[in-house]
């Protein structure tokens, strides 16, 4: 089971950075899972020059996201959305087709009471329109500067969560199809 962990903040204190970084540890062999969080590194989306002259960092961002066997996606929530750096990684996944048919999990770690809800909304749509299989329930993490200190998800029920999120996301790459465990985490 490779995963990737896509990160939508670019923050050098990022709390959803943290959050894939507490997925890392939890994450053991025969499990694999590589953080990406630098996506940044992505020209924008222009559809033009994917046609014409698909950038090598793009076609190794793609070759990434296609040879793992599900991706978990922790965003921040920037006004109600999710950020701009994570859309425009998803923009050049679309004509790629990588996600289609890819198991996905979703995080958000947000200093307010929502947790991020609306950016989970929001990327859901986005990776439904692209054929991802989305894991659910996913992943909210409310108040999460009382739950991640000096850079390290400390929260034992969040990390629990999280363990248990990555537990459906390896059901689903398994080929169990949509998770629906049926519980709010
Ligand atoms: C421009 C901007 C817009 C934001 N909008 C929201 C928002 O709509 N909802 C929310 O819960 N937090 C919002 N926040 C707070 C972010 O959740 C917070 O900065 C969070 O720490 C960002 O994630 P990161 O720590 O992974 O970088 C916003 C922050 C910024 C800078």
């Known amino acids: 089971m490779k995963t990737l962990g896509l990160c939508g903040s670019l923050r050098s204190g990022s709390l ?3 959050v894939l970084r507490a997925a890392a540890e939890l994450t053991v062999p025969p499990r694999e899972l590589t953080v990406d969080a630098g996506l940044d590194r992505l020209p924008y989306f222009d559809a033009e ?9 793009v076609a190794e961002f793609r070759a990434a996201v296609g040879a793992a066997d599900g991706l978990l996606i922790v965003t921040p929530e920037y006004a109600h959305g999710t950020s701009g750096v994570l859309k425009n990684a998803l923009e050049w996944l679309v004509g790629g087709g990588e996600v289609d048919g890819k198991p996905v ?4 770690a947000s200093p307010t009471a929502t947790g991020g809800d609306r950016a989970r909304a929001w990327l859901a749509e986005t ?7 989305l894991v659910t329930p996913d992943l909210r993490i409310p108040q999460a500067t009382l739950k991640i200190v000096d ?3 400390t929260d034992e029920p969040t990390r629990t969560a999280l363990a248990a999120l990555l ?3 390896a059901r689903a790459a398994a080929g169990a199809g949509e998770v629906d465990a049926g519980l709010a985490r």
Do not use: F, Y
Request: hydrophobic share 50%; aromatic share 0%; proline share 3%.
């Open 49 to 57: 020059v994917e046609e014409t002259a698909l950038p090598e960092v």
């Open 151 to 153: 850079g390290r998800l």
């Open 167 to 169: 537990d459906d996301l």
């Open 16 to 18: 959803n950075a943290a």
């Open 105 to 108: 999990a979703l995080a958000s």
């Open 127 to 133: 990776l439904t329109v692209m054929g991802a299989r």
